[in-house]
């Protein structure tokens, strides 16, 4: 699995508030540096937005994302004020937050915005008419709107961020499941000493290197019984496990089935 692919399957989200909003002539808020996400989808009027010191003037059917951790601006320019669906989010991936890791344009058109409405629609609801599961609706919206933005946005990964190595490591320790990977192999791709090595790794991944190799052999066995008709015993030679004892017992503490129980299910 790539870091790309790897970051966004296991991005997690967080709806912290979200409405829609007709502006007001006062409406603005200076110079300060917000700890999440804001989108902001205008449906009509005029508007101002600043972000790390760019002036943008976003159009009706246009989604603008307003990152975490950047210093931004916005405020009411004439008496034609924005309507606007708008949310406030996290989005994190193994603790990395998600704009920090990739780069984006901030302002894109995307290409449904009837269906997008309706996911804005669902996004407010589920925080002003909150039921038993509203927060799961809320996420499921929140995770559509994302979707709609990345996919008309496109994606390339932040300067200075280290994406070849993350790349490098996750290729690697795709193609050696089936074989021994030590931490000093994975350390001498990137070219760290394995003490620091470690620290970069879970900064990066959310976890030690080795329990995420442990984790990368689990998740191809899940794969591998449920779309081969391999045996229990080559699935474990395939993914590290040279003792079939030993991979049935971390494959029930790690799912709660056996192997053969997990196939059948």
Same mark, same amino acid.
């Given at each position: ?8 399957? @296991?991005?997690? /989200? ?9 502006? #007001? ?53 004439? @008496?034609?004020?924005?309507? %606007?669906? #708008? ?6 991936? &193994?603790?990395?937050? $998600? ?9 894109? *058109? ?9 996911? !804005? *629609?669902?996004?407010?609801?589920? /925080?002003? %008419?909150?039921?038993? /599961?509203?927060?799961?609706?809320? %996420? ?23 994406? @070849?190595? $993350?790349? *490098? ?29 470690? &620290?970069? !790794? ?10 995420? /190799? ?33 991979? &049935? %017992? ?6 709660? !089935? ?5 196939? *059948?299910?």
């Amino acid at each position: 699995m790539q870091y790309l692919e790897q970051l966004l399957d @296991d991005c997690t /989200v967080s709806v912290l508030d979200a409405h829609f909003t007709h502006c #007001w002539i006062d409406w603005a808020g200076r110079d300060y540096i917000p700890e999440y996400n804001k989108f902001y989808f205008i449906q009509s009027g005029d508007g101002e937005l600043v972000v790390d010191g760019q002036i943008y003037h976003p159009q009706p059917g246009e989604l603008f994302l307003m990152p975490a951790g950047v210093k931004q601006s916005y405020y009411a320019i004439n @008496d034609n004020c924005y309507v %606007k669906y #708008w949310c406030h989010f996290t989005a994190q991936s &193994s603790g990395v937050r $998600l704009f920090d890791a990739i780069r984006t344009p901030l302002c894109v *058109r995307p290409e449904n915005p009837d269906r997008l409405t309706q996911n !804005f *629609r669902e996004l407010v609801d589920s /925080v002003e %008419k909150p039921d038993e /599961v509203s927060r799961l609706r809320g %996420k499921a919206a929140l995770l559509e709107i994302l979707a709609a933005y990345l996919s008309a946005a496109g994606m390339e990964f932040s300067e200075g961020f280290p994406a @070849d190595q $993350l790349t *490098r490591l996750t290729a690697y320790i795709t193609a050696h499941l089936s074989g021994e990977i030590t931490l000093e192999d994975l350390a001498a791709i990137v070219h760290f000493h394995p003490n620091y090595f470690i &620290s970069f !790794f879970k900064k990066y991944f959310g976890m030690p290197p080795l329990k995420y /190799v442990a984790e990368a052999r689990l998740e191809k066995a899940k794969r591998l019984l449920k779309a081969t008709d391999e045996s229990v015993a080559q699935v474990a030679e395939q993914t590290g496990f040279h003792d079939l004892y030993h991979f &049935s %017992k971390r494959f029930k503490a790690y799912t709660g !089935f056996s192997p053969s129980d997990f196939r *059948r299910l």
